[in-house]
Each structure stands twice: as structure tokens, then as C-alpha cells.
T-cell receptor, first 113, second 111 residues
Framework: NAGVTQTPKFQVLKTGQSMTLQCAQD?????MSWYRQDPGMGLRLIHY???????DQGEVPNGYNVSRSTTEDFPLRLLSAAPSQTSVYFC????????????FGPGTRLTVT | GEDVEQSLFLSVREGDSSVINCTYT??????LYWYKQEPGAGLQLLTY?????DMKQDQRLTVLLNKKDKHLSLRIADTQTGDSAIYFC???????????FGKGTKLSVIP
């Protein structure tokens, strides 16, 4: 098992550009989520999904879109990047009924200039 | 909203014990977690404790939970240089997959 994978590892965008951060897991986990990590702020939940076709907002959803067409993939879209979205983004997953055991991906470091 | 607080820095000598403290406000927290993040890496789940437990031990790690005071601690015995990392406390509510994280405690181990 590869676990939770994220691509790309690093990305630089200009303000206004769009891009998609990819997240995939091969553990057949129903639950997947996206967090952002900013210096001195800990991790904050952006969006999450409890299964294919179901998504919901977390604490800081503005400026981000998600969809969940398959169990394996949970992409995060930035429609019009802003410098405030400069951050490290982590994807996580867990099995249904095992919310106490979440697996995190290695992260994507995004810089918006 | 609910909050998780932890001190930002801790420095210990190699071989000593480290104690990282955390407080939380959500009285409905069901699970409390400790994650470790090494430089440039993702988060690794170290251990978790169910809210009806007082203590959990796993090799060099001991987690203590005082539910009345909403206080959680992580003790690392015989701290090694490889333990240098940022340690995050987090909690989640009953049946919830959504984690609320503290800001992280940077543990520095002095050889």
C-alpha cells in the first residue's frame, strides 16, 4: 500500500491562477479531508468527504472547491489563487468507524506570489 | 469555536524525560491525539486516548488525560535526538472525523 499520496510536493502560482492539488489513497477509506498548515496556526480543516459523492465544508473553506467522484481520489481546487493561500496542504484519510486513526499524506507546499 | 492550546517550545537534554502539555475546551471530545511532525514531513499519528481513559502507555510514550481539567500530556521517556520534532495535540468529537489541532510544540533535544 502506498497510503496517502499527494502531488505535487511543491508549487508556485501567480495570483489569479488556478490549480488542483491531488490526493489519493489506496486503503479504501471512506473518509478524506484537506487541511492547511500555516506558521503558528496549527492545522485547519478546509473540506472533508465521508464518501464518494459527499463533501462538506470545514473551518476555512473559502477559495477552495472539492469533489469526490471516486473513493480513492479527493482533489482540492484553487479557482483563483491569492497570496493568503500560501500554505502547506495536507490530505488525510481514515476508514469508516475508525475516526481515531487518520493517515496523513506528505503535504504540498504552495506559494502564491 | 472549540480550542486546543499547547506551549510552543520545549527543550530537553538527551536521556531526560520530555513532558508536552495540552489543554482543550470541547467537553464532548471523544478522542485525543498526539501527532509528530518532523521537518518537511507529514503528520505521523503517535498515539491516541479515548476520553474515558486516564492513562495510556506505549513503549517510551505515556499519555495522561485529566478530563475534569481538560488537560492532556505526553511524556517521552529517555528522549533521543530523533525525537526532535513538532508535536501536535488534537481532539475530535463523538463520531467525528474532524480534528481540531493545537499550534504544535517544537521539541528540541540537546545532545
Amino acid at each position: 500500500n502506498a497510503g496517502v499520496t499527494q502531488t505535487p510536493k511543491f508549487q508556485v502560482l501567480k495570483t489569479g491562477q488556478s490549480m488542483t492539488l491531488q490526493c489519493a489513497q489506496d486503503m479504501n477509506h471512506e473518509y478524506m479531508s484537506w487541511y492547511r498548515q500555516d506558521p503558528g496556526m496549527g492545522l485547519r480543516l478546509i473540506h472533508y468527504s465521508v464518501g464518494a459523492g459527499i463533501t462538506d465544508q470545514g473551518e476555512v473553506p473559502n477559495g477552495y472547491n472539492v469533489s469526490r467522484s471516486t473513493t480513492e481520489d479527493f482533489p482540492l481546487r484553487l479557482l483563483s489563487a491569492a497570496p493568503s493561500q500560501t500554505s502547506v496542504y495536507f490530505c488525510a484519510s481514515s476508514a469508516s468507524g475508525q475516526e481515531y486513526e487518520q493517515y496523513f499524506g506528505p503535504g504540498t507546499r504552495l506559494t502564491v506570489t | 469555536g472549540e480550542d486546543v492550546e499547547q506551549s510552543l517550545f520545549l527543550s530537553v537534554r538527551e536521556g531526560d524525560s520530555s513532558v508536552i502539555n495540552c489543554t482543550y475546551t470541547d467537553s464532548s471530545s471523544t478522542y485525543l491525539y498526539w501527532y509528530k511532525q518532523e521537518p518537511g514531513a507529514g503528520l505521523q499519528l503517535l498515539t491516541y486516548i479515548f476520553s474515558n481513559m486516564d492513562m495510556k502507555q506505549d513503549q517510551r510514550l505515556t499519555v495522561l488525560l485529566n478530563k475534569k481539567d481538560k488537560h492532556l500530556s505526553l511524556r517521552i521517556a529517555d528522549t533521543q535526538t530523533g525525537d526532535s520534532a513538532i508535536y501536535f495535540c488534537a481532539d475530535s468529537g463523538a463520531g467525528s472525523y474532524q480534528l481540531t489541532f493545537g499550534k504544535g510544540t517544537k521539541l528540541s533535544v540537546i545532545p
